[in-house]
Structure formats: structure tokens, C-alpha cells
């Protein structure tokens, strides 16, 4: 305000209604001048609650549905002769595309503060399997036989490279 009336008796206005509009146009300018307030950390941060350890995720969720993924397709050959395996019906599809689904999140559950195990490799290999059932997923929405085959070795390979890394392997009493 002070600014707007050395303004106007620089200008040689000499009544207090010309400023308004200077100031009313200052105001305006500089409004949007400063940045808006930034979220806190708490604010940020949703209160995820863990109840799984990681193993039991592993043991639980992801393993039974990954199972479930690489079972439902291969090739059969016994004294009989050889038989393809893969879903067929509208509900295999839909059993095998909730597994996928489940695994996609389920790597989001992986790297959770409290299961990550650290913020390099471990973010990286997670992120990999839920890409990889995310694939697994989207063949099975499109009930593709051979785009399904493909995803589950890529959900297997994903699986692997986190395992030869991360799995604890008990050690034989001995």
C-alpha cells in the first residue's frame, strides 16, 4: 500500500481513489507470487498396516497364485498320448487372470516399508514380478494361449532373479 501511494504522489495524483485501482491491481499481480504450501510427510505418507511378515506373503498369497499361473499351461505326454494344458472356459481364464492380479499387487506389497528389504535390488526384482503378472493378466483378459505361456516364463524368470538373491536357504544341522 505504501508502495501504491508513493506511486501515485510520484505521479502527481492527488485524490486517495486513484491508488485503489493500483492497488487492486498490485494485489492481483503478486497473488499468485508465492508457492503453495508443501505437503507434510505425514500428510504424505498413507498408514499402511503390515500384518504379513514377508514370508508369510511369500508362503500365502504369492506362491499359491504364481503355482496356480504355471500349472494351468504345459504339455501333458503320458502312454496316452500328449495333451495340451491350458485354461479353456470363461472361468479358467477368470481364476488364472485373478492370480496374475493378485501377484501385481502383491509386488506392490513387497515393497512396502517393512518388507523392503532395501531400496535398490529388492524395489527392482518386486517391480519385476508385478510387470511380469501384470503381462500375465493382460493375456489372460485376452484368453491368448500363447501370450499366457510366454508371461508365466516371464513371471518365472522374475520370480528367479529375486530368489537367487533374496531366498534364505537353511542351513543343514549337521
Known amino acids: 500500500m505504501a508502495v501504491a501511494l508513493a506511486l501515485c504522489k510520484t505521479l502527481g ?7 485503489v485501482p493500483l492497488c487492486a491491481m498490485l494485489a492481483i499481480g503478486c497473488s499468485g507470487s508465492e508457492p503453495p504450501p508443501a505437503a507434510t510427510t505425514a500428510a504424505a505418507a498413507p498408514p499402511f498396516h503390515t500384518t ?17 499361473v504355471w500349472n494351468s499351461v504345459g504339455t501333458d505326454v503320458t502312454d496316452k498320448g500328449t495333451e495340451e494344458r491350458h485354461p479353456k472356459t470363461d472361468e479358467d481364464w477368470a481364476k488364472f487372470r485373478n492370480a496374475a ?3 501385481v499387487e502383491s509386488g506392490n506389497l513387497l515393497m512396502l516399508d517393512g518388507r523392503a528389504v532395501d531400496q535398490d535390488q529388492w524395489l527392482t526384482t518386486a517391480r ?11 493375456a489372460a483378459e485376452a ?3 500363447q501370450a499366457y505361456f510366454d508371461a508365466g516364463g516371464a513371471l518365472y524368470e522374475a520370480c528367479t532373479a529375486c530368489h537367487s538373491k533374496y531366498l534364505i536357504v537353511p542351513q543343514k544341522s549337521g
Do not use: C, F, H, Y
Open 13 to 19: 495524483m492527488k485524490t486517495r481513489l486513484a491508488w
Open 52 to 68: 504379513l511378515t514377508t514370508k508369510q506373503l511369500m508362503t500365502w498369497v504369492i506362491d499359491p497364485n504364481a503355482v496356480a
Open 101 to 103: 492380479a493378485m501377484l
Open 128 to 138: 519385476g514380478m508385478s510387470d511380469a503378472a501384470a503381462q500375465v493378466l493382460e
Open 143 to 145: 484368453k491368448d494361449v
